[in-house]
């Protein structure tokens, strides 16, 4: 009874750091590359500190079934260049209500944690709040998601990556492209927001991008794609983000174009779930490197309810009812920019 009434009287933002004697760590939601050098990361700054840290093996549901086990600097060797994560991710619908979470706590309690650094997204973040109120276990997360779609970061876990992975796919495509004289709609992932469409976009000389943010109009695309057949384009690169809101999907796009440009010979191509894989690049393994640092040693200064995030090269605080409310907003400069490449 003595951890727990340690825990509960844990203040959100004056914690004792002394009391912070063992750290849970977990992944929850899509995976991202960069997410094993964040646990990595998470696990060697314990060890630094003299902090014992728990990995918690797929996510709130690992957590609810008491799937706990201590790790140590060797636990995490050889997993700072591979994509994934070793405690693997899962969904919890228990997690979701209040008898869930308090089977959680209990095993948390059994454990001995004081605090945890969750490694995901909103809906993530979202449950580590929700948790930390009705229980008082203090909360770090870390952003990790491909998207770049969470407020208070420039950068998440994974997007780095899934630029690069993106521009090599359509580089390979636009070889296919030339040779055939074909218009290729290339799909990458961006429900909600078209970071990743936009850059690789602009990486791979995309002639047209097509972006939740941007509302380009079916009459507007083919007038486009008209003009730059006329100015002598014998073939064509139309990044799509998921989420754009021209057509009921990509494929429906496709046939429309097809039926009013006939000279164009219409493919697509979706790149789906290969954009989460990969080695994460030297970007995303510095960048979960510094999170994890962060996300311990906030722990130790008594801080919580707390996202790390990124801005101008820095570490920053984003309290996590913020980074889940607020909206990531697009790079207006990059709009422009990719309106005057497409000529």
């Known amino acids: 009874m003595l951890i727990c009434t340690a825990i509960l009287n844990m203040s959100t933002n004056n914690t004792d750091s002394s009391a912070i004697k063992r750290i849970g760590v977990l992944t929850s939601g899509g995976d991202a590359p960069g997410m094993n050098a964040a646990i990595r990361a998470v696990v060697r700054s314990c060890a630094y500190y003299k902090i014992q840290c728990f990995g918690i093996k797929r996510g709130y549901q690992g957590m609810i079934a008491g799937d706990i086990s201590r790790l140590g600097p060797r636990s995490v060797n050889n997993i700072i260049n591979k994509g994934g994560t070793i405690l693997k991710s899962a969904r919890s619908d228990e997690f979701r209500t209040k008898e869930g979470r308090k089977k959680a706590f209990e095993q948390l309690i059994e454990h001995e944690i004081q605090g945890l650094v969750v490694i995901g997204g909103d809906g993530s973040f979202t449950g580590g709040m929700i948790f930390q109120k009705e229980f008082g276990i203090p909360v770090m997360g870390i952003p990790g ?4 779609d969470i407020y208070g970061t420039s950068h998440t876990l994974g997007y780095d990556t899934a630029l690069n992975t993106v521009v090599e796919a359509v580089d390979k495509i636009r070889d296919t492209a030339i040779s055939h004289n074909r218009l290729f709609f290339v799909e990458v992932m961006g429900r909600d927001a078209g970071h990743i469409a936009l850059n690789t976009g602009i990486g791979a000389g995309a002639e047209e991008i097509l972006i939740p943010e941007e509302d380009m109009g079916l009459d507007r695309l083919l007038q486009s794609l008209k003009r730059s057949k006329k100015s002598g384009k014998l073939s064509s690169i139309v990044m ?5 809101k021209i057509g009921k999907n990509v494929f429906q796009l496709a046939e429309y174009i097809e039926e009013n440009l006939p000279d164009y010979e219409v493919r697509v191509s979706v790149l789906g779930h290969m954009q989460r894989g990969g080695a994460p690049s030297c970007f995303d393994r510095v960048l979960a490197s510094r999170m ?3 996300a311990v040693e906030a722990l130790r200064d008594g801080i919580s309810a ?7 090269g820095k570490m920053i605080f984003t309290p996590l009812d913020k980074a889940i409310k607020g909206e990531s907003t697009i790079n207006r400069d990059l709009v422009r920019v990719s309106e005057i490449m497409r000529l």
């Open 145 to 148: 998601t491909i998207d770049n």
């Open 240 to 244: 799509v983000a998921e989420g754009d």
């Open 306 to 312: 707390n996202m790390i995030g990124i801005s101008d």
């Open 292 to 294: 994890g640092l962060k």
